[in-house]
């Protein structure tokens, strides 16, 4: 059930971004959910914290924070506030967030 939900809202999250890339001024908001095997959680916490601090260094981050769910340490959300479009899609070519795909992939439940 989790996979289904996850599979339904990660491309909603890439249509919603993509929106906003159309007005270059405003800023860009992401949410991503991210489930891991319960046994790779502190891995997965390690690698989401160093690229929430590698992000933050990058032009253009106005917030880059990552959230555990309370009571299931396996659950994160990474949230993301970038000044404009252009800032946002630099990120998304930038190592840290390759990075990240690269580290989470063998670990995660559900498409990244």
């Not at 690229?51 to 555990?68: K, L, N, Q, T």
């Not at 630099?90 to 967030?97: F, K, L, S, Y």
Request: hydrophobic fraction near 50%.
């Amino acid at each position: 059930m989790k996979f289904v939900f996850l599979s339904c809202i990660l491309p909603l999250l890439v249509l919603v971004a993509t929106a906003a890339t159309s007005e270059t001024s405003q800023p860009v908001h992401v949410v991503v959910y991210v489930d891991v095997l319960a046994s790779a959680a502190p891995r997965a916490a390690a690698a989401l914290k160093a690229y929430r601090a590698e992000s933050r260094r990058e032009p253009g981050a106005s917030g880059i924070d990552v959230f555990a769910q309370e009571g299931r340490a396996s659950g994160f959300a990474i949230v993301e506030v970038w000044r404009d479009s252009a800032a946002f899609e630099t990120h998304g070519n930038a190592a840290a967030i390759e990075r990240l795909r690269h580290e989470i992939k063998p670990m995660q439940l559900a498409p990244l």
